[in-house]
């Protein structure tokens, strides 16, 4: 599986676009990025996903450069109840049903969003 | 709003207990995960379950043991318990059309500590 880099901490003001960088420099060619959030010790929630297209939906836009080695987690405008740790992942999966799904979390980013 | 529900929310238990945890997927999906999520880290990849199979597994002792059943609920068990299974667990279940494509929707996790 391929692994992830992630800072540990970032801090946003309100309002403003977070941007929250990975790295993920062995990815495969059939491994997908995924991003998840985690509030105060809830369950992850996901967020959105790509595989070498920028991806965008109501929650964020997920940037992957054309190499693939990195992306980035963009939100647009930062509201307090962004704050999380945000965890990007790679995971990998045999494409007929069924197949094992074995999504690797990484420590992640804490994100700050600061009134 | 995921759809997967887990019980019982905090539990405590003592060394050399046994513990069930239990799991309501989502209405459709018929893969399910198990994660421990230790304070301060990601979640680790238990194990997965696809038709009532296990089909993945990760780097847990066989003292961690599930079940799936029919209606796509599934349980952890966890036989011998010792101070480090105290964590967050996390299930998580996903539409097991196969593929890395698969979303995984978490529920809001079991807090077990052992004494």
């Known amino acids: 599986d391929a692994k992830t880099t992630q800072p540990p901490s970032m801090d946003c003001a309100e309002g403003r676009a977070a941007n929250l960088p990975c790295n993920h420099s062995?990815?495969?060619?059939?491994?997908?990025v995924y991003w998840y959030r985690q509030i105060h010790s809830q369950g992850p929630q996901y967020i959105i996903h790509g595989l070498k297209n920028n991806e965008t939906n109501e929650m964020a836009s997920l940037i992957i450069t054309e190499d693939r080695k990195s992306s980035t987690l963009i939100l647009p405008h930062a509201t307090l109840r962004d704050t999380a740790v945000y965890y990007c992942i790679v995971s990998y999966g045999p494409m007929n049903s069924g197949g094992y799904q074995k999504v690797t979390f990484g420590t992640g980013t804490k994100l700050q969003v600061i009134p | 709003e995921t759809g997967v529900t887990q019980s019982p929310t905090h539990l405590i238990k003592t060394r050399g207990q046994q513990v069930t945890l239990r799991c309501s997927s989502q209405?459709?999906?018929?893969?399910v995960s198990w994660y421990q999520q230790a304070l301060g880290q990601g979640p680790q990849f238990i194990f997965q379950y696809y038709r009532e199979e296990e089909n993945g597994r990760g780097n847990f002792p066989p003292r961690f043991s599930g079940l799936q059943f029919p209606n796509y609920s599934s349980e952890l068990n966890v036989n011998a318990l010792e101070l480090d299974d105290s964590a967050l667990y996390l299930c998580?279940?996903?539409?097991?059309?196969?593929?890395?494509?698969?979303?995984?929707?978490f529920g809001p996790g079991t807090r077990l500590t052992v004494l």
């Open positions: 062995t990815i495969s060619g059939n491994e997908y």
């Open positions: 209405s459709g999906h018929n893969t």
């Open positions: 998580a279940s996903s539409p097991g059309t196969g593929g890395s494509t698969d979303t995984q929707y």
